[in-house]
Nanobody, 113 residues
């Protein structure tokens, strides 16, 4: 399965963006996650959604970000509201399929204060 993440960009603090993660070649696995990596920091989990629709969020985005999936479009979304400068990072999506984890290429999100 190949993952394509897109939708990043430059936004002012308090603004919003919607990221998309599209799967091709096959369907998503048992779960799909969004992660992010800021310069000089480790990659961290932002949110993930199971094949059954259960969601989990990191504490630092809970109440501001929403993960959802459209199985018909083979796409998972990350709606990001009330963005903060601390949300600036490259955002990656991944999926667990069988025993293997697949990653997308990342999309840059920059929040200006």
């Amino acid at each position: 399965v190949q993952l394509q993440a897109y939708g990043g960009g430059l936004v002012q603090a308090g603004g919003f963006l919607r990221l998309s993660c599209a799967a091709s070649g096959s369907t998503f696995g048992t779960y799909v996650g969004w992660h992010r990596q800021a310069p000089g920091k480790q990659r961290e989990l932002v949110a993930h959604i199971s094949s059954g629709g259960s969601t989990t969020y990191a504490e630092f985005v809970r109440g501001r970000f929403t993960i959802s999936r459209d199985n018909a479009k083979n796409t998972v979304y990350l709606q990001m509201d009330s963005l903060k400068s601390g949300d600036t990072a490259v955002y990656y999506c991944n999926t667990l399929r069988g025993s293997r984890v697949y990653w997308g290429q990342g999309t840059q999100v920059t929040v200006s204060s």
